[in-house]
Structure formats: structure tokens, C-alpha cells
């Protein structure tokens, strides 16, 4: 089972701001099978990413998904106040997939 | 447009077994992958099992694979999930979900399961 480690745990930040969250997997994803969602208390996760880098239907293009094999980033280039969430990476290369454990977004 | 709605959880004791039903709509439930994914109090969600859209496989968490069961009805456009011998860590919000073999772009509103004596 690949693991799936975000970093940070929690972040505070104004809005306005640049934020770049991390995900780290115990071993290569292949063919970039990679997905972000946003959770808010209450609700269902709603996809973001998909392919490490698709945009999902509606998502606004301050979103952006980056990298490859282990390493992968989202990145929100600047902040509303609708985006402060959780936020989980998600690997689906393998038969069995697995989330990260999660980055808070809160506000500072 | 899409709507899953999840039923079936409830209060089951330890070692007991429940169903979980995902009736869909909005989309043809035939041609598509469809997942159950879990969430317990405060954690973060973890993916439970997937099949495809004949339902001829099936995929399942180390964590869950020989206690549950996925299935589909594609005539009444339906994904089951077959709980059995329940434990206190199955507790969780169980949400359906479907859009690709790996990703979920569409969500139900989650139905709750608690395993309590």
C-alpha cells in the first residue's frame, strides 16, 4: 500500500496569500494518478485535482496541481475566504488507494 | 446531475453485519466505476472498495477485504456495500462516490455506521 504524506499539518494564513501544499507517496505514483480534494466541516470531500494537474469541472484557476513520482504540490495563488479547508491528496496508480492525511488551511 | 444518496448505516454491535445501499441518478450507472469511501470522527477519508461498471471486479482496502462486500444492481441503478463482522474502527460517515476507476469526482451525503456494544 503506498503512503501517502502531507506536510504541513495545519497552516494559517490571511487571505490574499500564496499557499503551496505537499504531498510525499512511500514510492512512485505511475502515470501521475494523482488527485487533491477540499473537505469543509459537514461536507463530502469535492475533488479539485485529478492527473496531478486537471483542473476538475468549476474549479477556479487559482488552483493548480504540480508534480511527478513522488513528489506532488497544489498550489492556491491566492486565497479566498471560501478556501480555508482541508485539503487531502489522493493516489489512485495502484489497485488499492490510499489519501494523505491532511492539511488545515485556517485563517491567521 | 448527479445524486447519490446513501442509506443503511445505523448502530450495529461488534462482530455484527450491515448493508449499505447508494441509489444514483443524473448519469448513466451503468458505464461508470463506483467507490465507497469512509471517514471516521475527526480523521481523514479512507478509500474502502471500488467496482467496475459490470461489476465483474472488485477492489478492497488490506483493512476491510474478506469482511466486506461490494456489489451493484445496474437495473435499479444501486451500489451495495456488505458489511460483516463489524469492529469499533469500521465506525465512520461510509459516502459513495463515482467518476473515474481512481478519482471521485461526484459524492453522495454520507451515511453513518457506528460499531458499539
Known amino acids: 500500500e503506498i503512503v501517502l504524506t502531507q506536510s504541513p499539518g495545519t497552516l494559517s494564513l490571511s487571505p490574499g496569500e500564496r499557499v503551496t501544499l505537499s504531498c510525499r507517496a512511500s514510492?512512485?505514483?505511475?502515470?501521475?494518478?494523482f488527485a487533491w480534494y477540499q473537505q469543509k466541516p459537514g461536507q463530502a470531500p469535492r475533488l479539485l485535482i485529478y492527473?496531478?494537474?486537471n483542473r476538475a469541472t468549476g474549479i477556479p484557476d487559482r488552483f493548480s496541481g504540480s508534480g511527478s513520482g513522488t513528489d506532488f504540490t497544489l498550489t492556491i495563488s491566492r486565497l479566498e475566504p471560501e478556501d480555508f479547508a482541508v485539503y487531502y491528496c489522493?493516489?489512485?496508480?495502484?489497485?488499492?488507494?490510499?489519501f494523505g492525511g491532511g492539511t488545515k488551511v485556517e485563517i491567521k | 446531475e448527479v445524486q447519490l444518496v446513501e442509506s443503511g448505516g445505523g448502530l450495529v454491535q461488534p462482530g455484527g453485519s450491515l448493508r449499505l445501499s447508494c441509489a444514483a441518478s443524473?448519469?448513466?450507472?451503468?458505464?461508470?466505476?463506483m467507490h465507497w469511501v469512509r471517514q471516521a470522527p475527526g480523521k481523514g477519508p479512507m478509500w474502502v472498495s471500488r467496482?467496475?461498471?459490470?461489476?465483474?471486479?472488485?477492489d478492497y482496502a488490506d483493512s476491510v477485504k474478506g469482511r466486506f462486500t461490494i456489489s451493484r444492481d445496474n437495473a435499479k441503478n444501486t451500489l451495495f456495500l456488505q458489511m460483516n463482522s463489524l469492529r469499533a474502527e469500521d465506525t465512520a460517515v461510509y459516502y459513495c462516490?463515482?467518476?473515474?476507476?481512481?478519482?471521485?469526482?461526484?459524492w453522495g451525503q454520507g451515511t453513518l455506521v457506528t460499531v458499539s456494544s
Open positions: 492527473g496531478a494537474s
Open positions: 462516490g463515482t467518476r473515474d476507476s481512481g478519482y471521485l469526482g461526484d
Open positions: 514510492q512512485s505514483i505511475i502515470n501521475n494518478y
Open positions: 467496482i467496475n461498471p459490470d461489476g465483474s471486479r472488485t
Open positions: 443524473g448519469f448513466t450507472f451503468s458505464s461508470y466505476w
Open positions: 489522493q493516489q489512485y496508480g495502484t489497485s488499492v488507494l490510499t
